[in-house]
């Protein structure tokens, strides 16, 4: 059991704020500072949020960002500095490098990535000389999110339909290696992280992260770290705050009205999503490594991240009123936050 209250925390902690521009809703609402300093304040207290990244979009900008929470057992208060496990939220920064991968002529989206570089795991299954960049993008592989019993299976016809897969994206991630003679994470510095100056934000842990990581939550309610990923995966192992990844979204922002620019490109929709537990009037789609939603108010794009020890996150924007949020907690409840803050964002209260 806790013993701490997340109100008096956001009191004591160090904070990290920064309001550079009016805080604006996705309908045009002008939320002040001390709003969204409200909001947080009720939400990480009753959603029991021991720690919380998060920045605000609109355009260009981060108009608001706070960092509130304790980092360990030892209640020491994170500040602007502290990092996350981003989770899922490494596939758009990797989908963002394959792409201009492809506009570099170095692989194709549609040629299938055997050709490239045969995968002993699957290869007693001759569905998988179907599998191609886009599928593992749009996650229609066939392949389950993770194998089981050290097993890689194909569930569908690659190509078919919707299903989500960690291991897709691990497959590509060896055929880009192969292709460039460079290691995922040295690919995503070279298209992403130093491109849009993104600084101390890692696929490979070490010495920086070790000492600025916040704990998870374990399942017993104590906190506690995953096992480091020395290796890099471009699923799942990103290192990075608010603030930094909120960099790569601004880009995103203003790639979306640019014609044929490498966003527009992972946008595109591909196939649609439907999911036994979705409510039926959701309209959703699998973009390129971004989910894209049709709304009253335009396109939203979006894409989570869950690992264990319950690292989660979240980002969205919307493509017409440029009105977004980055957020990273170790927090359990994720769905009912991101419910919450996406409302909060649309309508201010």
Known sequence: MRKFNICNLFIIALISQNISAQIKTVRGVNVSGQ??????????????????????????KVVYSKAIGTKNTKQEPIDENTI???????????????????????????????QYFPYPDIAYDDRYKLITARMVLDHTTGFPNWRENNKLTINFTPGTKFGYSGEGY???????????????????????????????SYLVFNDYINKHLADGIKDNNERGRNEPYIKPHAAYSLYTESKKYAKFII?????????????????????????????????????????????????????????????????????DSKVGFVYFIAGCKQGEFAKRLDQFMMIGK
């Open 35 to 60: 709003e969204m300093d409200a909001f947080i304040r009720k939400e990480v207290d009753s959603l029991q949020i021991s720690a919380l990244s998060i920045a605000v979009i609109k355009g260009n």
């Open 84 to 114: 996350f496990e981003a989770a899922s939220m490494t596939k758009p920064m990797f989908s963002y490098t394959v792409l201009q991968l492809v506009k570099e002529g170095i692989l194709n989206l549609d040629t299938p990535l055997y």
């Open 170 to 200: 691990g497959y590509l991630a060896f055929v880009v290696e192969h292709l460039t003679g460079k290691t995922i994470d040295q690919l995503v510095e070279k298209y992403v992280m130093k491109p849009m100056s993104i600084k101390n």
């Open 251 to 319: 880009e995103l922002i203003r790639e979306s009205y640019i014609l044929n620019s490498t966003f527009q490109s992972m946008v595109g929709s591909q196939v649609e999503i439907h999911e036994e537990d979705m409510d039926p009037n959701l309209k959703i789609n699998m973009g390129l490594g971004v989910y894209v939603q049709e709304t009253p108010y335009g396109l939203k794009y979006s894409h989570g991240g869950s690992n264990g020890n319950c690292y989660n996150s979240l980002f969205q924007f919307y493509k």
